[in-house]
């Protein structure tokens, strides 16, 4: 089982940056993929970004189109971490974003969720 807690959410004036970060614990051996996804009221869960664990070859990152060039994931080479660095917030941004894990057995777990909000 694997316990995730994020943070660094807020409040930021569109064009402001912020800095997600989750911690990882627990069973670690078998996360394969860490990353982000976010949900705004009304709409459905989506991935945001990606990136494969150290040992997984080749490296792989993965971003939504919609945050493609403003958005930078990261993550700790002991899964202990996941990062993401916001640039160029929007409005269209504002959501919960959650962090998350894939096994390698195809199991995704999910953390509470952090909000950020983009104000116009």
């Known amino acids: 089982q694997v316990q995730l807690v994020e943070s660094g959410g807020g409040l930021v004036q569109a064009g402001g940056s912020l800095r997600l970060s989750c911690a990882v614990s627990?069973?670690?051996?078998?996360?394969?993929?860490m990353g982000w996804g976010r949900q705004a009221p009304g709409k459905e869960r989506e991935l945001v970004s990606t990136?494969?664990?150290?040992?997984?070859?080749?490296?792989?990152?993965f971003y939504a189109d919609s945050v493609k060039g403003r958005f930078t994931i990261s993550r700790d080479n002991r899964k202990r971490g996941v990062y993401l660095q916001m640039n160029s917030l929007k409005p269209e941004d504002t959501a919960v974003y959650y962090c998350?894990?894939?096994?390698?057995?195809?199991?995704?777990?999910w953390g509470q969720g952090t909000q950020v909000t983009v104000s116009s």
């Open positions: 627990g069973n670690l051996f078998s996360i394969k993929n």
């Open positions: 998350h894990v894939l096994t390698n057995n195809g199991i995704r777990s």
């Open positions: 990136v494969t664990t150290v040992e997984v070859l080749p490296d792989s990152t």
